[in-house]
């Protein structure tokens, strides 16, 4: 009995692990990034608003070739925030000028973010897309 109690609190702490690295990737995101993951609200409402298969297909193979470059430069903006932190604590040598890793790594995302909205409008028709807006301001209670 103890084996299979401490088999099922490891694996709720394993599952709580991942879901709290899942929520700290989001905070990062719009952390890091201004502009609405538009594509997440997509994929999730595919129901709601009729994305077709060959729609879906689309979308997933845009996400699936540019998420890793997001989450890549989310990383090293928090890298690069931490490490202007820790510098402009301790030696404080030309933070300035090492800020601009860190805002380059912000307009590179922006940018894809940018191309992300532009393609979603190449993907779905203009109903669909109005649609995904209203949708997405539904879900952050903005008007």
Known sequence: MKKILIIVMLSLMALTNVQ???GNMNHALMHTNPLPNLMRVAVK???E???TDAQMKSL???SSTTKPKIKSLVKKVMQEERMLHK???TTDNDVVAKAQTMLDARKEIIELKTQCRMNLKTILNEKQY???V???RQSRNQK
């Open 20 to 22: 709290a690295n899942q």
């Open 45 to 47: 409402n595919a129901k």
């Open 49 to 51: 608003l009729h994305i």
């Open 60 to 62: 997933k193979t845009w």
């Open 87 to 89: 510098e402009s604590l």
């Open 130 to 132: 109005k649609h995904l």
């Open 134 to 136: 209203k949708l997405y």
